[in-house]
């Protein structure tokens, strides 16, 4: 009973708003207070005290290792890794049996990642112990932020960070060993991720099944399986729903953006990961219209001092509709049929710098996938995940597997419908950053994750 209720305290202590700044919380913050504020009066009864998991139950350090950016130099790059100090406690713990390889999502200063003083991420310091077992958890920065922040970060460009959190986790398992952590020999890694980290864990999972990948560093990772939530496995299918939402010709004139500013993060990091190659004949502020320009955002992108909220609030203020006939420029998109040029230059350019990343296809994986998303989400589209299910899910369908949120773990649902009266909430309403919360509980507690 006293670990049950540790473990639901854990869960409860362990999420945060994904996709927005610490400052703008809203009804998912709302809820998420709510739920760690009954939790820990629960557990303050149970014990006669008040609880304080993390300080006891989580360590910290930093790692700072060698990996390679998009041009194949090699770059000195950042993580933060957590694992569990009561090891030989009352749990009974050991060594570390298992590594998790935890991958942010979008983020666009430094104080957002996860070596930033305010991460959005997930809060895995209190997942160290999660489902009884004792973790060590790997947490890249991206190339890009951390100790790299005066670099691009190649946003989408999968194969250059699948490859930097590859070298995260082998950097932190001979950092933790030189700490005397305890690791056993037997350990095995999952590889978790949300929103961009959905897609960052898939393309790790492809990077280590690949032939690109070094036989040793296949044998010291131990992949035992991936989680990927509401994740861009296809940048372009992004892309066409948000040309579909916004298409001027429907009876409301086309919906405006949720979550405009991914636009030129895709289309930056695409120009300085295919200047020599597809993108060498275009520049980045050649893609857009003279109204997105004034918002000053390709600038703000560069200098990393705006959070993802706080762009786009600017774009919002700035302009009065964000379709994406609004923020493309009319020599990449006919303004009167919102669909692309597919003759223009610069779709050929983008296109093919789409196509180089997509994951959903061309790739044969060995061990488990699961895949989560919401059909609600107007910042990750669902047909990310339909692109999954006709190219690699149609393909190894014993291997990759999809877990529906209308069929998502009933426990991990139930436990966020009755901390509050949330009866009225549906999969159908949820949003991207609570679908986040359902996300990790389910890898947490779900009987189809984790086990």
Same mark, same amino acid.
């Given at each position: 009973?006293?670990?049950?209720?540790?473990?639901?305290?854990?869960?409860?202590?362990?999420?945060?708003?994904?996709?927005?700044?610490?400052?703008?919380?809203?009804?998912?913050?709302?809820?998420?207070?709510?739920?760690?504020?009954?939790?820990?009066?629960?557990?303050?009864?149970?014990?006669?005290?008040?609880?304080?998991?993390?300080?006891?139950?989580?360590?910290?350090?930093?790692?700072?290792?060698?990996?390679?950016?998009?041009?194949?130099?090699?770059?000195? *790059?950042? @993580?933060?890794?957590?694992?569990? &100090? !009561?090891?030989? $406690?009352?749990? /009974?713990?050991?060594?570390?049996?298992? =590594?998790?390889?935890?991958?942010?999502?979008?983020?666009?200063?430094?104080?957002?990642?996860?070596?930033?003083?305010?991460?959005?991420?997930?809060?895995?310091?209190?997942?160290?112990?999660?489902?009884?077992?004792?973790?060590?958890?790997?947490?890249?920065?991206?190339?890009?932020?951390?100790?790299?922040?005066?670099?691009?970060?190649?946003?989408?460009?999968?194969?250059?960070?699948?490859?930097?959190?590859?070298?995260?986790? *082998?950097? @932190?398992?001979?950092?933790?060993? &030189? !700490?005397?952590? $305890?690791?056993? /020999?037997?350990?095995?890694?999952?590889? =978790?991720?949300?929103?961009?980290?959905?897609?960052?864990?898939?393309?790790?999972?492809?990077?280590?099944?690949?032939?690109?990948?070094?036989?040793?560093?296949?044998?010291?990772?131990?992949?035992?399986?991936?989680?990927?939530?509401?994740?861009?496995?296809?940048?372009?299918?992004?892309?066409?729903?948000?040309?579909?939402?916004?298409?001027?010709?429907?009876?409301?004139?086309?919906?405006?953006?949720?979550?405009?500013?991914? *636009?030129?993060?895709?289309?930056?990091?695409? &120009?300085?990961?295919?200047?020599?190659?597809?993108?060498?004949?275009?520049?980045?502020?050649?893609?857009?219209?003279?109204?997105?320009?004034?918002?000053?955002?390709?600038?703000?992108?560069?200098?990393?001092?705006?959070?993802?909220?706080?762009?786009?609030?600017?774009?919002?203020?700035?302009?009065?509709?964000?379709?994406?006939?609004?923020?493309?420029?009319?020599?990449?998109?006919?303004?009167?049929?919102?669909?692309?040029?597919?003759?223009?230059?610069?779709?050929?350019?983008?296109?093919?710098?789409?196509?180089?990343?997509?994951?959903?296809?061309?790739? &044969?994986?060995?061990?488990?996938?699961?895949?989560?998303?919401?059909?609600?989400?107007?910042?990750?589209?669902?047909?990310?995940?339909?692109?999954?299910?006709?190219?690699?899910?149609?393909?190894?369908?014993?291997?990759?597997?999809?877990?529906?949120?209308?069929?998502?773990?009933?426990?991990?649902?139930?436990?966020?419908?009755?901390?509050?009266?949330?009866?009225?909430?549906?999969?159908?309403?949820?949003?991207?950053?609570?679908?986040?919360?359902?996300?990790?509980?389910?890898?947490?507690?779900?009987?189809?994750?984790?086990?």
């Amino acid at each position: 009973m006293k670990r049950l209720i540790q473990l639901f305290a854990l869960m409860l202590l362990t999420i945060q708003p994904m996709a927005a700044q610490p400052q703008t919380r809203g009804f998912f913050g709302d809820l998420l207070d709510g739920l760690k504020e009954g939790a820990m009066q629960k557990i303050d009864q149970y014990f006669g005290g008040k609880a304080n998991f993390s300080d006891v139950w989580a360590g910290s350090f930093m790692v700072y290792y060698d990996s390679y950016d998009g041009q194949k130099n090699k770059v000195k *790059l950042s @993580a933060k890794v957590y694992y569990d &100090k !009561r090891l030989d $406690s009352w749990l /009974d713990f050991t060594d570390i049996k298992h =590594i998790l390889l935890n991958c942010h999502p979008t983020v666009t200063t430094n104080l957002e990642a996860p070596s930033g003083s305010k991460p959005l991420d997930v809060d895995v310091s209190r997942m160290v112990g999660a489902d009884g077992h004792s973790y060590l958890i790997v947490c890249p920065d991206y190339c890009g932020y951390g100790v790299t922040p005066q670099m691009q970060h190649p946003y989408l460009i999968h194969d250059v960070t699948a490859r930097n959190c590859v070298d995260a986790v *082998l950097a @932190a398992i001979e950092a933790a060993k &030189k !700490r005397g952590i $305890s690791i056993s /020999d037997d350990y095995q890694t999952d590889i =978790i991720g949300y929103s961009q980290g959905g897609a960052t864990a898939l393309a790790c999972a492809k990077y280590l099944e690949s032939d690109a990948c070094p036989i040793e560093i296949k044998q010291k990772i131990k992949l035992r399986q991936t989680a990927c939530g509401d994740g861009p496995y296809s940048t372009y299918a992004t892309v066409m729903q948000y040309m579909e939402w916004g298409d001027p010709t429907r009876s409301d004139g086309g919906m405006d953006l949720d979550y405009p500013c991914v *636009l030129p993060l895709i289309v930056a990091a695409a &120009k300085e990961a295919y200047n020599n190659g597809c993108m060498r004949t275009v520049d980045v502020e050649d893609f857009f219209t003279e109204d997105f320009l004034q918002t000053d955002i390709i600038r703000l992108l560069k200098t990393k001092s705006i959070g993802t909220d706080d762009l786009n609030a600017r774009i919002i203020e700035r302009m009065a509709r964000r379709r994406p006939i609004d923020i493309f420029s009319e020599n990449l998109i006919d303004k009167a049929t919102g669909k692309f040029k597919e003759d223009s230059n610069l779709y050929k350019c983008l296109k093919r710098a789409m196509d180089i990343a997509d994951l959903s296809k061309g790739w &044969k994986p060995t061990h488990p996938i699961w895949f989560f998303h919401l059909k609600s989400d107007r910042v990750v589209p669902y047909s990310n995940l339909e692109a999954v299910k006709n190219g690699i899910m149609k393909d190894y369908p014993t291997l990759v597997h999809n877990v529906e949120p209308e069929d998502a773990h009933e426990s991990a649902y139930s436990m966020v419908k009755s901390a509050k009266d949330l009866s009225d909430v549906k999969f159908d309403k949820v949003d991207h950053s609570q679908g986040g919360v359902i996300f990790y509980m389910d890898y947490m507690f779900g009987d189809k994750l984790h086990k």
